[in-house]
């Protein structure tokens, strides 16, 4: 049942974009360095490219099997599922962390009265329905609500051009070179390296010779995006208020003089998230599906959303928390996950390959 | 499936979805608001602030129709508290006005003199944090009385007082003497270390019983050291920043015909752009203000032709000294007299020399008030209207 | 007010149960009953720990102290 379901390399780019944008805009690391967070950006942007294609290229040797399948192929039944686990933990942490980030916006910007826990509740119930329905759906619906988030920084740019100052940007490399590429290494785990999830999904795309140039589409969208809105808010609001506010995108959209568009934001905010949740728990069911045999993920969908929004509250006790680990320690933990195990699996994978081609030329 | 059970679990869902995503909680409709479109800070005396809200009354104005406020009794309402902090003293408002006070299309902010003078940095920080409030709002300081008194007054042109100040303000583009500033260019003027900002001036020309907006001047402006107000620059030299910042656009200069001392010529600026170079000899710093505008010929007194070659040149110079003489006027006042760095020289200085910056910044005062400035206008009269030459009255 | 959230949880997590219950029954595998009831006890016990306060200290802390001693 599991293997019926089939999204078109459309709906792969849009899921894709949608998922590294996802809450990068609301924790936006890059605040570190302030007026040269665009370059910060622009290095990372760069190294995606290597690194998800590696990802990619760990799918093509490893054809039509999910990341928990390579890794229960490559490692064994007992290590490789000990693996999974930990894949499992990272998936449902890192959807966790999506709505608490996503949560804490909105309580913080838009509904300063309610209880944080019921914008994560109430936010849920929609995505659980969609997750009962599948991934088709979810693909579909996120084409169709993909739109929003670029025409809304469109109409921010529009109305914000008058109030940019390009000399914001300077001085440029203030504080030289280290600090900006410490940040990059940052900016590279989250959010691009979160598409290390993407492997559980490529098996699910229909014409897979395109997954390449699909993620790369995908990788340059959502690139030109954050430097658009990274240049943009630099250049309104200048160095220190870029690194004293909280959410740099809202904040510029309140400078500007005449009509209110900061809805815009919470709109396109909640569209981000969705997407990436979304993927993030369709991982994980899929993950427990294969790693006990099931041959249907659809009764767990709502325990583990449960799951993940009761994680969401304890993870951090305040909003200070949440950005200062964003910063420190989610880049490191995040690196077993997104460079250590694959680069053991790229090199397994060539080696076996290797193994094959010799085995069937002899 | 169509059991009652399911039915009752999938409306209990839908109810709970638009319940929860469409901030039902937080949901305070707009009967329940009070729109605060102007706010006025005074300074009552050393631990105690008075709040002046003018907010909305929207009865009143949804009765009067369309009507533009000439019987306009009470379109807004204006209301004080007093307090010892700016968030307790906005609390205090809700004893009086029935509705809760929502800031998002929150105008002008008026600063009393007195509480200009003793800082405004630790309201600011209110502003800034307050999630409804947006950092859009024009700001001004009320001289010689009260922004509580500045609030109160009404506007025979609009049903909302504090509307029409706050267009009066956005007029800046075209008569250099106002000058408009926003919160969040007050903030981050705030923010740079030894840049210090200025706000526009409000005051009351004639003193009547019943103030109306016609009796309020709006034009000159306050200096600023950090967050405290320490003098006032009068018309002709807010015409100069105005040129160093390059905020003028469209507005008049008016200078006398070269031909004729006793006669005044009318030459409207179509445009302007500043800008401002630096250099570093030595120790010395080099600023160079350079404008370049254009403009055409509004009206003249005398009969000359002034359209020729050698007229239009003398009249050009006439222009560009005027201009000149404004913009050394503010450049003396700031460097000499308030040694305030109002123009954001430091701030310049830190963008394409981050070194010397460094070196230079705890001593910026003395060194922006030796900073060598040069100034450069150049101006060109582009045409003179439909006619060439005056009419020769005979 | 703690005992209102406590049975708005309880009150939540039966309207759970028997959404999915005709679900369940159809699968009528023994595995996905296991699986699918030691959720909702995770879950449950999550929810009820931080709603008492009594919850332990985040995995995130854990998290911070293992990267903070082999990073820094």
């Known amino acids: 049942m599991l293997k019926n379901i089939e999204i078109s390399n459309k709906e792969l780019i849009i899921l894709m974009a949608g998922f590294i944008i996802g809450d990068s805009i609301i924790v936006n690391i890059a605040r570190a360095v302030k007026q040269d967070a665009w370059i910060s950006i622009i290095i990372s942007w760069v190294f995606a490219y290597v690194l998800i294609g590696m990802y990619v290229y760990i799918a093509k040797l490893n054809p039509n099997k999910t990341l928990i399948e390579i890794l229960i192929d490559i490692f064994g039944k007992y290590i490789g599922r000990i693996l999974s686990v930990l894949y499992l933990w990272y998936f449902l942490h890192l959807s966790s962390l999506i709505f608490r980030s996503y949560s804490e916006y909105i309580s913080i910007v838009v509904f300063p009265e309610t209880p944080r826990i019921f914008i994560t509740a109430f936010s849920s119930v929609a995505l659980v329905i969609g997750l009962k329905y599948g991934l088709e759906t979810i693909a579909r619906t996120s084409m169709i609500a993909f739109i929003i988030p670029p025409i809304s920084i469109i109409i921010i740019l529009l109305r914000s051009f008058k109030h940019m100052d390009i000399t914001n940007i300077q001085p440029v490399l203030e504080y030289g070179m280290n600090p900006i590429l410490k940040t990059s290494f940052g900016l590279l785990t989250f959010p691009f390296g979160e598409a290390i999830l993407f492997l559980m999904i490529f098996t699910f795309v229909n014409k897979k010779e395109k997954i390449l140039k699909s993620s790369f589409i995908s990788i340059t969208f959502v690139g030109v995006l954050l430097i658009i809105i990274s240049l943009m808010n630099i250049m309104v609001l200048g160095p220190e208020m870029i690194n004293r506010n909280y959410f740099n995108l809202h904040r510029t959209s309140t400078v500007v003089p005449g009509a209110i568009i900061d809805p815009f934001i919470t709109v396109s905010q909640l569209v981000l998230a969705a997407i990436q949740i979304w993927i993030c728990i369709y991982s994980l069911l899929i993950g427990i599906t294969q790693l006990f045999n099931l041959n249907d993920y659809k009764p767990f969908v709502i325990p583990i959303v449960i799951i993940s929004v009761s994680l969401s509250n304890w993870l951090y006790n305040n909003v200070a928390e949440m950005f200062r680990i964003a910063q420190e320690i989610y880049p490191y933990y995040a690196i077993p996950f997104q460079f250590i195990i694959p680069i053991i699996i790229l090199i397994i994978s060539l080696i076996k390959q290797k193994g094959n081609s010799k085995s069937t030329s002899t | ?85 700016l968030f307790d003293t906005i609390r205090k408002q809700l004893q009086t006005v029935n509705r809760k006070p929502y800031y998002s299309h929150l105008q002008l902010i008026v600063i009393g003199e007195e509480l200009a003078r003793s800082g405004i940095g630790e309201f600011l920080d209110f502003f800034e944090r307050d ?130 001392e006793e006669e005044l010529v009318t030459i409207e600026q179509k445009r302007s752009d500043t800008k401002i170079g630096l250099n570093i000899e030595g120790d010395q710093f080099k600023y160079s203000i350079n404008i370049k505008a254009q403009g055409t010929i509004g009206g003249q007194q005398g009969e000359d032709d002034l359209t020729n070659q050698k007229n239009s040149k003398m009249l050009e110079k006439k222009v560009e000294d005027s201009i000149n003489k404004k913009v050394q006027n503010i450049v003396d006042l700031a460097q000499n007299e308030y040694k305030s760095d109002i123009f954001g020289f430091g701030e310049k200085l830190y963008k394409e020399y981050p070194d010397y910056w460094k070196n230079v910044e705890s001593n910026w005062e003395d060194e922006f008030s030796n900073a060598l400035v040069e100034i450069n206008v150049d101006f060109k009269i582009i045409n003179s209207g439909l006619i060439d030459s005056a009419n020769e009255i005979e | 007010m703690t005992i209102k959230l406590i049975v708005l949880l309880i009150v939540i997590f039966f309207i759970v149960i028997a959404i999915d219950m005709p679900y369940i029954k159809k699968k009528s595998s023994k595995r996905i009953f296991t699986i699918y009831f030691s959720l909702i006890v995770i879950g449950f016990i999550m929810s009820l720990l931080q709603i008492i306060d009594k919850a332990p200290e985040s995995p995130v802390v854990l998290i911070e102290k293992i990267v903070r001693y082999i990073v820094y």
């Open chain 2, 1 to 85: 499936m169509r059991t009652i059970l399911y039915k009752v679990i999938l409306t209990l869902i839908i109810i709970s979805i638009l319940l929860g995503t469409t901030g039902c909680w937080d949901n305070v409709t707009l009967i329940e608001k009070a729109i605060v479109l102007g706010i006025g800070l005074d300074k009552i005396d050393d631990d105690t602030i008075e709040v002046t809200l003018q907010i909305i009354n929207p009865v009143s104005l949804s009765s009067q129709g369309n009507s533009s406020g000439s019987t306009n009794t009470n379109n807004v309402w204006v209301h004080s508290t007093q307090g010892d902090t």
């Open chain 2, 131 to 260: 999630q409804e409030l947006r950092l859009a709002p024009n700001v001004v300081i009320a001289k010689d009385t009260t922004a509580k008194k500045i609030l109160s007054a009404k506007s025979d042109l609009e049903n909302i007082p504090a509307m029409h100040l706050m267009e009066i303000l956005l007029n800046d583009k075209s008569d250099f003497h106002i000058y408009n500033v926003r919160l969040f260019d007050i903030i981050t003027s705030l923010n740079f270390p030894k840049k210090n900002p200025t706000i526009g001036k409000i005051e009351i020309k004639e003193e009547v019983s019943e103030l109306k907006i016609a009796n309020i001047d709006v034009k000159g402006a306050g200096i600023f050291l950090e967050d405290k107000l320490i003098g006032w620059i009068d018309d002709d030299s807010v015409e100069g920043l105005n040129y160093i910042l390059g905020k003028v656009q469209n507005g008049l200069i008016i200078v006398k015909d070269p031909l004729n």
